[in-house]
């Protein structure tokens, strides 16, 4: 039997091929949209997303916690909910292996990156974190405000630095909420 050549798209292929172009196109737009002189700042959220920082911060509170049992027992949360974000991140990565932006133009990173975009990692990493510490830590208003700003730029700026598609980063952003709710309803209780 002789395949249709003539055959048309189906629906669903029509489908994901715009909503990838709306993304290209929305990506685009934001990079094109920041002023050069925002660049420094967009690098500092990419160092303060970078899974490097948070290892750096984990080990400074674990060598300064002391006897304080509750610190260690939010770092040992924390360290699980950090694994669990690079199996989850990467294995999605390496299911999808979508390339990164053709956009970026020095191509410089902060630290050196995988090869993939989707999901994004600091996107996912920033969410954790932010609920994460949100759960635990009770804080001011003010406070928790800012959290909640510093994740979305940090997020926002995955998108500006060219380094993920607005995609990337919801993906990301959905993966980092899923990791809390692993993290908060089920690793806490089985120590």
């Not at 949360?77 to 990164?100: E, H, I, N, Q, Y």
């Not at 956009?103 to 994460?132: E, I, L």
């Amino acid at each position: 039997m002789a395949k249709d050549k003539g055959k048309s798209p189906s629906i669903t292929s029509v489908m994901l091929k715009t909503i990838q172009a709306v993304d290209i196109q929305c990506s685009k737009m934001l990079v094109k949209s920041h002023h050069p002189l925002l660049r420094p700042i967009l690098l500092f959220f990419e160092f303060l997303g970078n899974g490097f920082t948070w290892i750096a911060l984990g080990l400074y509170t674990y060598f300064t916690a002391g006897d304080d049992d509750v610190t260690m027992r939010l770092l040992y949360l924390f360290t699980c909910g950090f694994f669990l974000d690079l199996a989850m991140v990467g294995s999605v990565k390496l299911l999808f292996k979508r390339p990164r932006p053709e956009m970026n133009a020095d191509g410089s990173y902060t630290f050196s990156a995988d090869h993939y975009s989707f999901p994004s990692g600091h996107a996912s990493r920033a969410f954790f974190v932010c609920f994460f510490f949100l759960h635990f830590l009770r804080f001011h208003f003010t406070l928790r405000f800012l959290i909640y700003t510093t994740t979305i730029t940090l997020a926002v700026s995955r998108i500006m630095l060219s380094r993920h598609y607005v995609s990337d980063v919801i993906a990301g952003a959905l993966l980092g909420r899923l990791n809390y709710v692993i993290i908060t309803s089920y690793v806490m209780y089985w120590w």
